[in-house]
């Protein structure tokens, strides 16, 4: 019966859903993983009634409770996170009896029974893993970097911002709902991405930022007449010249973490 949500909840948009929401149906998606959870964790149970299988039953139980622990506080399941502090800290102690036989055979016997193979007997296999260790960490950490440097844009202007009016020359609208969500939306994204959700019509285009410039185009043109733009982009609007003869004022509001914490996960 856990990870069950009401029905209502599972038509709300992705981005309006609570952390607590978003996990819990997740999780409820599939019926095997829960069984596999539920069997884990009665096993682990079982198998700390008995002293042969005690210590086992401990060490599953200290990783299983910490994943928990974890998600539950980053996923502010707060109903549950007094249970599981609870099951950790009592793991916890049913452990310290045990910290001097783990500490003698994961630290000083490597795992075995006895030391004779633990150290290596050639200077290559001393110096290999801390080498290799080393190279991997910086190179990848390096690689990420850059890797980075091409898909993430301004976080200034990077972001979901919900479209409050349009006054374009002399004419002030307001438009209708979105195709993505309920309301009409811009999405700046991090790859050069614009994405333009109105008139419950979504239209796909690129941007390109210059100096606090924005110029950015849609592969069709909307119903107001906007397929490319050259202007200004911030929190609070986007102006411009659209078309290279009109002039546009675009009210936005950005939507951040406060009203969805996707917006403001990957920064």
């Excluded at 009665?42 to 994943?67: E, H, M, P, Q, Y």
């Excluded at 150290?119 to 190179?139: C, D, E, M, N």
């Excluded at 980075?148 to 301004?154: L, P, T, V």
């Excluded at 796909?204 to 606090?212: P, S, T």
Aim: hydrophobic letters at 45%; glycine letters at 8%.
């Amino acid at each position: 019966m856990q990870f069950r949500i009401p029905n209502y909840s599972s038509y709300i948009y992705l981005a309006e859903m609570s952390k607590y929401q978003h996990m819990w149906s997740f999780f409820g998606r599939s019926e095997n993983y829960n069984i596999f959870i539920g069997i884990s964790e009665f096993l682990i149970g079982t198998l700390v009634l008995f002293k042969r299988t005690r210590l086992i039953a401990l060490l599953i139980s200290l990783g299983v409770c910490l994943n928990i622990l974890v998600l539950n506080i980053e996923f502010e399941i707060i109903f549950a996170t007094s249970h599981i502090i609870v099951d950790f800290i009592i793991t916890l102690i049913l452990l310290i009896g045990y910290r001097k036989d783990l500490y003698q055979f994961f630290i000083k016997l490597g795992g075995k029974l006895d030391n004779t193979s633990i150290k290596p007997t050639r200077k290559f296999a001393k110096i290999f893993p801390v080498v290799f260790l080393l190279v991997l960490s910086v190179g990848y950490f390096s690689f990420s970097l850059y890797i980075k440097s091409f898909y993430i844009g301004d976080p200034n202007v990077i972001g979901a911002y919900e479209i409050k009016q349009i006054q374009l020359n002399d004419s002030t609208f307001t438009p209708k709902i979105g195709k993505l969500g309920k309301l009409p939306m811009l999405f700046v994204e991090n790859n050069n991405q614009i994405v333009l959700s109105v008139d419950d019509t979504l239209y796909m285009g690129a941007y390109l930022v210059e100096k606090g410039n924005i110029k950015l185009g849609f592969e069709s043109t909307t119903k107001f007449g906007l397929q490319t733009l050259n202007g200004t982009l911030n929190s609070k609007g986007l102006t411009g010249e659209i078309n290279d003869k009109s002039l546009i004022d675009i009210s936005l509001e950005r939507i951040d973490g406060r009203k969805n914490y996707i917006n403001d996960l990957y920064k």
